[in-house]
C-alpha cells in the first residue's frame, strides 16, 4: 500500500471537521437539565449509530473530558472541562470576553461598571471599567470579593438561587456586619432576595460600603444565573439616576447573557440529522 493510500479516510467516514464538530457539541450538551450521558442517549440525540457514540464518549474519557460510571456505564463531565475552565476564567479570557460590554456600559452612564461570579458565599468580581466620576477604589476591583448577604451586586446572584440552595450557603453560619445598613437576619434577607426575583435587579445603599451604592442584575444564561452586571459608584452620583439606569442595566446583562451562552445544536440541527 502507497503512503498516499494509506492516509485517506475508509469510504464513509466523516470528514475530520465533522468529527470535530459531533465531538464539541456533545461536550456542550452536559448541562444542569441533562448532567450525565449514556451511549444509547448520545446515539439517538444526534443521530448516531451506537459504535460512533460509544467512540466519541470513550475519546472523550481517555483525555479526561469526561468520566464514566462503571456501574451505570453513563458519563458525566471531567477534570479537563474544569482545568479549561479554570484557565480560560482565571487566567483573562472572560474578563476580556465582557470587558466590552461593561466598557459601554460605563460610558454609557459615567459610572463604573463590574462584573462577578459566585464564589462560595461570595461574588467575586471578575473585571471592572472606571466610569467617568473615577475610579471605586484606589485599587483595581478585579478579584475583589463581596459577601452574599451584603450589597447588590451579591444579592443579585444570590435571589436567583432556588431557596433551599440559598439557606445551605448562607444560613448557620456567622455574617459580619459592614455597617449599620448590613442585614443578617435571615427574614429580612430574603425579603430582599425576593425582591431580585420580582423586579429583575437589586439595589443598595451602604451595605458593603458605607459610602457606596449599586445596581446590579442577574446575568443568565438560559435560566441559570451565572453571575451579575453591577454599575457603582459614589451615594450621592447613583442614588438620584436610579430609575434611568435600569433599563440600560438589564438591557446591558441580557446582552451579556448571550455572549456567555454557548451555541448548542440539537434536535433537527444536531450533527448528524443535517
Known amino acids: ?13 466523516p ?3 465533522q468529527t470535530a464538530d459531533r465531538v464539541l457539541s456533545l461536550l456542550l450538551s452536559f448541562d444542569r437539565e441533562h ?76 459610572v463604573g461598571a463590574l462584573f462577578a461570579v459566585p464564589d462560595g ?49 448562607l444560613y448557620g453560619r456567622p455574617m ?6 448590613t442585614l443578617t437576619d435571615p427574614a429580612l434577607l430574603e425579603e430582599r432576595f425576593a425582591e431580585v426575583r420580582r423586579d429583575g435587579y437589586a439595589y443598595s445603599e451602604g451595605e458593603y460600603d458605607p459610602e457606596t451604592a449599586a445596581l446590579a442584575a442577574p446575568v443568565l444564561v438560559g435560566r441559570r444565573a451565572v453571575g451579575t452586571l453591577s454599575v457603582a459608584g459614589p451615594l450621592d452620583a447613583l442614588r438620584p439616576r436610579k430609575a434611568d439606569l435600569v433599563a440600560p442595566l438589564l438591557q446591558a446583562a441580557a446582552d451579556l447573557g448571550k455572549l456567555l451562552t454557548p451555541l448548542r445544536p440539537r434536535g433537527s440541527g444536531a450533527p448528524g440529522r443535517r
Not at 2 to 13: E, F, I, L, R, Y
Open 35 to 110: 448532567p450525565e450521558w449514556g451511549v444509547s442517549d448520545v446515539a439517538a440525540e444526534f443521530g448516531l449509530d451506537k459504535s460512533v457514540a460509544q467512540r466519541l464518549l470513550a475519546a472523550l474519557a481517555y483525555r479526561g473530558f469526561l468520566v464514566s460510571d462503571p456501574r451505570t456505564r453513563r458519563y458525566r463531565l471531567g477534570p479537563a472541562v474544569w482545568h479549561l475552565s479554570r484557565v480560560w476564567e482565571r487566567d483573562g479570557g472572560m474578563a476580556s470576553l465582557v470587558r466590552p460590554t461593561l466598557r459601554a456600559m460605563a460610558e454609557a452612564v459615567g
Open 121 to 169: 458565599v461570595h461574588m467575586r468580581c471578575v473585571t471592572a471599567v472606571d466610569g467617568a466620576s473615577g475610579p471605586l477604589r484606589i485599587y483595581g476591583l478585579a478579584g475583589e470579593l463581596y459577601p452574599a448577604h451584603a450589597g447588590a451586586t451579591s444579592r443579585a446572584y444570590f435571589g436567583m438561587l432556588p431557596p433551599g440552595d440559598r439557606a445551605a450557603l
Open 176 to 181: 459580619a456586619r459592614f455597617s449599620d445598613r
Open 1 to 13: 500500500m502507497s503512503d498516499s493510500a494509506s492516509v485517506t479516510p475508509a469510504q464513509g467516514a
Open 15 to 17: 470528514p475530520p471537521l
